[in-house]
């Protein structure tokens, strides 16, 4: 293939690269203005692509990041960091504004900085291919270790890439789901889900409900309905709502749902932002949490304490998992997995239900 030649997706496109550029790179590392000259944008846009931020048609934001991996890009604020060191690890996210998240983040640093290494959070976004191309940027500045926090199944896709890495002597470690081959940090939610499960049964309620995600949560969907099954619920039975991770479309939806359906007076939502979700319709629509429906959540973050009532959910150590993903990112020979406990902390949406 020639130089300045990039394949997306099965399409070339052939990238006339100015000679003003090829003799700059050819003497030193690319820069941000190469990238915004060579692609006939302003560099603020340039920026804006590669990290990720919004506003940004996607025909512009392929041909970026085409030009990008076309002239070997890399930022030099990360290249900088990086010299002197002798261990640095990438976590990579897709949004750290997520309290599980920042919650990992946070202590993947702290953690880091005790053992002398730097450590650096990089957010990549949720689309693929601007993923692929952050990842194969950070491997050319040669970190120890990168530490994805997964939250969608796009293994195939980045998980090669990954590969690529850990094939030049890099070590890479995943936290959460899906399995990714890789050695992995989670929570074990087969065992905390049950544990909600046989609480809620325990309410006397039959006619549960489930709010969930598109995906990266349905290990948790599944395994509550395995739990109902086991009373005596048949699982075809359960309405599943679908939304994304968001507590308004959580809200909206429940709003249609119990419009739709009167039966219904127990709903689990898969993580704590959609139960709130759930909860901010119910209120509105003069449902009585927990006499008429009781609502439980997932994950424990600091507002589902606040909640009116507060929320029953499941806890779970977020910084003990960044810790055991840092431990396993700078470990030679590490575990395959490590899968830590949660804890079921009943609040005022369920207790006194029924």
């Given at each position: 293939?020639?130089?300045?030649?990039?394949?997306?997706?099965?399409?070339?496109?052939?990238?006339?690269?100015?000679?003003?550029?090829?003799?700059?790179?050819?003497?030193?590392?690319?820069?941000?203005?190469?990238?915004?000259?060579?692609?006939?944008?302003?560099?603020?846009?340039?920026?804006?692509?590669?990290?990720?931020?919004?506003?940004?048609?996607?025909?512009?934001?392929?041909?970026?990041?085409?030009?990008?991996?076309?002239?070997?890009?890399?930022?030099?604020?990360?290249?900088?960091?990086?010299?002197?060191?002798?261990?640095?690890?990438?976590?990579?996210?897709?949004?750290?504004?997520?309290?599980?998240?920042?919650?990992?983040?946070?202590?993947?640093?702290?953690?880091?900085?005790?053992?002398?290494?730097?450590?650096?959070?990089?957010?990549?976004?949720?689309?693929?291919?601007?993923?692929?191309?952050?990842?194969?940027?950070?491997?050319?500045?040669?970190?120890?270790?990168?530490?994805?926090?997964?939250?969608?199944?796009?293994?195939?896709?980045?998980?090669?890439?990954?590969?690529?890495?850990?094939?030049?002597?890099?070590?890479?470690?995943?936290?959460?789901?899906?399995?990714?081959?890789?050695?992995?940090?989670?929570?074990?939610?087969?065992?905390?889900?049950?544990?909600?499960?046989?609480?809620?049964?325990?309410?006397?309620?039959?006619?549960?409900?489930?709010?969930?995600?598109?995906?990266?949560?349905?290990?948790?969907?599944?395994?509550?309905l395995a739990c109902f099954a086991d009373h005596g619920i048949d699982p075809a039975t359960v309405p599943v709502v679908?939304?994304?991770?968001?507590?308004?479309?959580?809200?909206?939806?429940?709003?249609?749902?119990?419009?739709?359906?009167?039966?219904?007076?127990?709903?689990?939502?898969?993580?704590?932002?959609?139960?709130?979700?759930?909860?901010?319709?119910?209120?509105?629509?003069?449902?009585?949490?927990?006499?008429?429906?009781?609502?439980?959540?997932?994950?424990?973050?600091?507002?589902?304490?606040?909640?009116?009532?507060?929320?029953?959910?499941?806890?779970?150590?977020?910084?003990?998992?960044?810790?055991?993903?840092?431990?396993?990112?700078?470990?030679?020979?590490?575990?395959?997995?490590?899968?830590?406990?949660?804890?079921?902390?009943?609040?005022?949406?369920?207790?006194?239900?029924?």
């Amino acid at each position: 293939m020639a130089p300045g030649t990039v394949v997306h997706e099965g399409e070339s496109v052939r990238l006339e690269l100015r000679k003003e550029v090829l003799a700059v790179t050819a003497s030193r590392p690319v820069t941000l203005a190469d990238v915004a000259r060579v692609a006939g944008v302003s560099t603020s846009t340039t920026s804006r692509v590669l990290n990720g931020g919004a506003n940004v048609s996607a025909s512009l934001r392929l041909r970026v990041l085409a030009v990008a991996d076309a002239l070997g890009y890399v930022s030099n604020m990360a290249a900088q960091a990086l010299r002197g060191r002798r261990r640095a690890v990438f976590t990579l996210v897709p949004d750290a504004r997520t309290f599980p998240i920042a919650a990992q983040a946070a202590s993947i640093e702290e953690a880091a900085r005790a053992e002398g290494v730097l450590a650096s959070v990089v957010m990549i976004g949720r689309d693929t291919t601007a993923r692929v191309s952050r990842i194969q940027a950070l491997r050319t500045l040669k970190p120890h270790a990168i530490i994805v926090s997964y939250t969608e199944p796009e293994v195939a896709t980045v998980g090669a890439e990954l590969q690529r890495f850990v094939d030049e002597g890099g070590h890479v470690v995943t936290m959460g789901e899906p399995k990714t081959g890789f050695p992995r940090v989670c929570h074990d939610d087969q065992t905390t889900v049950r544990l909600l499960g046989e609480h809620l049964l325990g309410l006397g309620r039959r006619r549960p409900a489930i709010v969930t995600d598109h995906g990266a949560l349905r290990h948790r969907q599944e395994a509550m309905l395995a739990c109902f099954a086991d009373h005596g619920i048949d699982p075809a039975t359960v309405p599943v709502v679908t939304v994304e991770r968001d507590s308004i479309q959580a809200s909206q939806a429940t709003r249609r749902f119990i419009t739709a359906s009167d039966s219904c007076d127990l709903i689990y939502a898969t993580n704590d932002v959609l139960a709130l979700g759930v909860m901010d319709a119910l209120t509105e629509m003069g449902v009585r949490i927990p006499e008429d429906i009781a609502v439980a959540g997932h994950d424990d973050i600091p507002l589902s304490r606040d909640a009116t009532p507060g929320l029953t959910t499941v806890a779970l150590d977020f910084a003990a998992a960044g810790r055991a993903a840092l431990a396993m990112a700078l470990d030679d020979d590490p575990p395959a997995i490590t899968c830590l406990a949660g804890r079921l902390v009943i609040r005022g949406s369920t207790a006194g239900a029924g």
